[in-house]
């Protein structure tokens, strides 16, 4: 097996990662090293109340804790991010931690440069209803620095993008819904604390919904339109601890280790593009997870795509551990996509769209055209020019 370290420090673009378990109880140091006073702690109630991972978090801030905003959803609600930002404001916060999965990492990034857009909740859904869209977050001179602690495999921890749902507070994430986006250079956080003994207070099946969203960051980053040997270094190495690794989440107990360090390593300049668009066409219609989204999809997604394209399948290959010798081009296609089922099997995940309880069939051609307009199938492998039609096929071989 690959070897790894029992703990380290990296700067990533001057966001520091720091890994290690047991390493959530430097943070309140590591805060007063950067002038950090009152730290909010943003989380979803779940997380809020899971005191096997809130008592380690509180314990390590110690005396920087200022509050809990335990108020993000799944749907990444903007209205979410204002409730946290006068929570901020009553608790004279001087920086943000964020603990949990995707969508609290989300809200704290926008939060953390929310802060001075200067737009209202009311301004945003006027912007919706008169434009039809919203522009991007713009920011200004004021930013709340903002550490993310992870327990999830989602893999968007070092990110300056992503968005937020724009919808009354009583409106679910369902229909043609509007976005604002998070597009600012001062977004990603200051610090991503990756501590294994955190990851293992998160429910199974929560953390295997986030291990496909993950997962696929490896997959995709590979076959993207732009690799470099340096992402495909990264991206190779933390597929392989993340193959070896989910299939033994609970049983092995160096498991939960090796796959925080390949979630790591597949998001290190990740090039998200097809996987991840239908993720998000389908994540705009329903409140569903986009991992599980993921596992569903993926294989007819890489089947799809093999079927049009090279896809670089013998590094895929590699990543995955297959032995290609003697292999055709077409055999060492259905390899990878085997190995992908089995590692998604593993984590006992659904496999049809139609065990999903608010997905439609007949709604494919509106997901397929949310696919075709979302920014990441632009990264797709070159070569690859998806029609609507094509991808509405892909949904209905997954139902």
């Known amino acids: 097996m690959l070897p790894i370290p029992d703990a380290f420090d990296y700067d ?26 009152r730290a909010l702690v943003v989380c979803g109630s779940n997380v809020g109340a899971n005191e096997e991972l809130m008592g380690p978090v509180r314990e390590g801030l110690g005396d920087r804790l200022a509050g809990v905003f335990d108020g993000t959803r799944p749907s990444k609600a903007a209205v979410d991010a204002y409730e946290g930002l006068e929570r901020a404001r009553e608790v004279d916060a001087d920086a943000l931690v964020a603990v949990g999965g995707g969508s609290s990492i989300d809200v704290a990034r926008a939060m953390s440069v929310l802060v001075s857009d200067g737009r209202s909740m009311e301004d945003l859904l006027a912007e919706a209803k008169a434009e039809g869209g919203i522009d991007p977050i ?24 992503g968005s937020l749902l724009v919808a009354g507070v009583d409106e679910p994430p369902v229909g043609e819904v509007n976005r604002l986006g998070i597009d600012d250079p001062r977004a990603p956080p200051v610090e ?161 769209l139609r065990e999903l309880d608010p997905v439609v069939r007949g709604d494919a051609p509106a997901i397929a055209e949310f696919v075709m307009e979302d920014a990441a199938l632009s990264r797709s492998p070159d070569g690859l020019d998806p029609t609507a039609e094509e991808l509405e096929a892909v949904i209905h071989e997954a139902w």
């Open 138 to 161: 713009r920011g200004g001179d004021t930013v709340i620095p903002m550490v993310a602690v992870p327990t999830t495999f989602a893999g968007a921890d070092v990110s300056s993008g």
């Open 192 to 352: 991503v604390r990756y501590d294994p003994a955190l990851f293992e207070t998160t429910p199974p099946k929560a953390l295997a919904g986030s291990a496909m969203n993950g997962f696929d960051k490896g997959l995709e980053t590979i076959y993207g339109r732009t690799p470099t040997p340096i992402t495909d270094g990264t991206a190779v190495h933390g597929l392989s601890l993340l193959a070896e690794a989910f299939p033994r989440l609970g049983d092995a107990p160096d498991a939960m280790d090796r796959a925080v360090t390949g979630i790591i390593l597949v998001q290190f300049e990740r090039s998200t593009n097809v996987v991840h668009a239908f993720g998000h066409g389908f994540s705009r219609r329903y409140p569903v997870q986009q991992g599980v989204i993921h596992a569903i999809l993926v294989p007819h997604v890489l089947r799809y795509v093999f079927d049009r394209v090279d896809a670089r399948r013998d590094l895929l290959a590699r990543g995955l551990g297959i032995d290609t010798e003697g292999l055709s081009e077409d055999e060492v296609a259905e390899a990878v996509v085997d190995a992908v089922v089995e590692v998604r099997d593993a984590l006992d995940l659904p496999t049809r």
């Open 12 to 37: 990533h673009c001057g966001v520091d990662l720091v890994y290690g378990r047991g390493r959530i109880g430097e943070l309140g140091e590591d805060l007063a090293d950067r002038g950090v006073e």
